[in-house]
């Protein structure tokens, strides 16, 4: 520490390329600082540190990591508590461009895997961005010793070492009960739990936090379960939707996107006082939307789409500029060729010629001359020969009433089991649907991707860069993510950025290796090496990563141009 003191009076009013010099480790009385990257003046991405905690200062019990899951969410508790803390501390400008800014990868609703605070077996590691303190272009050295000398160290002191016990027991706690649910979930075959006294709304369509004065969940009766948790003396009870067909419907603004919205972010975790903690859909279920003009890499599109015009192949459809069906079929194809085993749609955001075709178009355009085979005659053998359900919104088309194993209805923000009312009337009023007698072909789309065609130079340099939640700058282009809606969190495109990074540093993706199988490995060592297995410099600060799940690392390869793909 007293060594970090004289180097910072020295380098005091010097240009800012001197703070360099600082680079390197220190002991203070309570932590380890280690100076990791040094930003090479005041307007650049700010400099990265590490704050290392033993565990004979702060002590991490050993039941609170003795699970991967446990011990992400005693992370994700230490991450918040820093967070909280520098937010107290006036986080002011102390000079030129970024100085004094302090920031950690703080965790937003959801509770995912994170590089920001890393519990290892001896200490625990908080990683942390700096913006070390000029005047112009000139070292400010009393700001740079303000903030290593006293600012981060309350910082520390308010967080991590003053957090209780009991905060972190009772995250915990969270993360043992959201482990019974998802396995209560799969042993009974439910792919979406949502817990009575659930706030499913949004408080704005910009904000994740809940809203205040929402409706709370109410299960159906047909759809109540309990579900025995620890940690509670109550069970929870709420609505439980099965494998199938599930079919939401309901009048305009009764609430069935932001009911479909809930599940699909209830593949991830939330935290105590979002909601939605007790909203939890099938880790494997895959939003399917429309995009069009989004890019296609050799996708077989077949089983949706046939003939089109100028004998364009849909076996291996391949586009620059995708219409909203076509698009939208490619979103289903890929989906399960990662594995995807629930579809979750909305009629919001579908091309309704991919979702339905009635009986006078179908007289008007003759078959023949359709080129699209509607989802709703392929979603039986989805669920029949493939194992793969639905959750679907559709409020404008009873089309779908014969096909739902489950139909529920939305009426002023509550639910309701209509399922037998839409089977009735679907027997009053018949429609007749052409059903599909060719065998859907289980003609999978397998790819392979060579990661050696990845196009990532731009100029000399290589450059792989994620901007924002939405976007990632490889080489010349861009691959644009706005639509990949169960990416969530600007550092699961950070670490998708890094993975497609390694990737192609390590010639990982091979002629061999399906883009499924590469995602199977990428996934194995993360669970085995953590996040940081793609961290571009080792036991540095990794840059501020989490999780992306397999899709949405798929989303990514599959929206990249001028990548070369083999069909498998
Ligand atoms: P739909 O898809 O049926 O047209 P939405 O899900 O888009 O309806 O909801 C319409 C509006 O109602 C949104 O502004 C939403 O935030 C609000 N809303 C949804 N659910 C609730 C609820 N449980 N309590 C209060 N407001 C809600
Ligand atoms: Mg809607």
Redesign the pocket.
């Known amino acids: 520490m007293k060594q970090l003191q004289s180097l910072l009076h020295h380098i005091d009013g010097k240009g800012y390329k001197a703070y360099k010099s600082i680079q390197g480790k220190y002991e203070f009385s309570k932590y380890q600082l280690s100076i990791d990257y040094v930003q090479g003046d005041p307007f650049a991405s700010p400099s990265k540190i590490r704050i290392i905690v033993p565990n004979h200062i702060r002590s991490i019990k050993q039941q609170w990591k003795e699970s991967k899951q446990r011990k992400v969410y005693t992370e994700d508790c230490i991450a918040r508590a820093v967070g909280e803390a520098i937010n107290k501390e006036s986080n002011q400008s102390r000079g030129s461009g970024k100085s004094g800014l302090i920031y950690i990868d703080q965790p937003g609703q959801e509770i995912l895997e994170r590089t920001a605070v890393q519990l290892n077996q001896n200490s625990t590691i908080i990683c942390l961005s700096l913006g070390l303190p000029a005047n112009g272009r000139r070292i400010n050295g009393r700001e740079a010793k303000k903030l290593f000398l006293t600012i981060l160290p309350s910082i520390i002191n308010n967080s991590i070492l003053a957090i209780k016990d009991e905060k972190i027991e009772a995250s915990v706690q969270l993360a043992d009960q959201h482990k019974v649910i998802r396995e209560k979930m799969k042993e009974n075959g439910w792919i979406a739990f949502v817990a009575d006294g659930a706030v499913?709304?949004?408080a704005s369509g910009i904000s994740n936090k809940p809203?205040k004065k929402?409706?709370t969940f109410q299960s159906p009766e047909e759809n109540r379960v309990e579900i025995e948790v620890p940690h509670r003396v109550e069970p929870l009870t709420g609505m439980a939707l099965r494998k199938g067909i599930n079919l939401i419907v309901?009048g305009?603004?009764?609430?069935?996107?932001?009911l479909l919205e809930a599940l699909e972010r209830g593949v991830y975790h939330h935290m105590k006082g979002d909601g939605r903690e007790y909203v939890l859909t099938d880790p494997d279920a895959v939003k399917i939307r429309a995009e069009d003009g989004r890019q296609v890499n050799s996708v077989n599109i077949s089983m949706f789409i046939n003939d089109l015009p100028q004998g364009q192949d849909t076996k291996q459809f391949t586009t620059e500029n995708a219409s909203g069906s076509t698009s939208q079929a490619t979103n289903v194809v890929e989906a399960m060729e990662i594995g995807a085993s629930t579809l979750l749609i909305d009629e919001?955001t579908s091309a309704t010629n991919f979702m339905i075709r009635d009986r006078r178009m179908k007289a008007l355009v003759h078959t023949k001359k359709e080129p699209i085979t509607p989802f709703i005659d392929r979603i039986q053998q989805l669920r029949d020969d493939l194992s793969v359900s639905t959750i679907m919104?559709m409020?404008g088309s009873g089309d779908y009433f014969d096909v739902a194993d489950e139909v529920i209805m939305?009426d002023q923000?509550l639910p309701y089991n209509v399922t037998k009312q839409a089977h009735d009337i679907a027997k009053d009023y018949p429609i007749e649907r052409q059903k599909e007698s060719e065998v859907l072909s289980t003609q999978s789309n397998q790819r392979a991707f060579l990661s050696k065609s990845l196009q990532v130079k731009k100029g000399k340099k290589k450059k792989i860069q994620a901007k924002g939640r939405q976007n990632i700058l490889v080489g010349n282009g861009t691959i644009v993510l706005d639509h990949v809606e169960q990416l969530v969190d600007p550092s699961q495109t950070r670490a998708i950025a890094e993975i497609i990074r390694h990737a192609e540093e390590q010639d990982m993706m091979t002629q061999e290796l399906t883009l499924s199988h590469f995602l199977y490995l990428v996934e194995k060592m993360i669970e085995e090496e953590g996040l940081q297995a793609f961290a571009p410099y080792k036991n540095q600060h990794p840059g501020d990563l989490a999780r992306p799940r397999r899709f949405e690392l798929a989303a990514a390869f599959n929206r990249m141009r001028g990548v070369k793909v083999v069909n498998k």
Request: glycine letters at 22%.
């Open positions: 499913l709304p949004r809203l929402a409706v309901g305009g603004y009764h609430g069935k996107s932001t919001d919104v409020g939305m923000y």
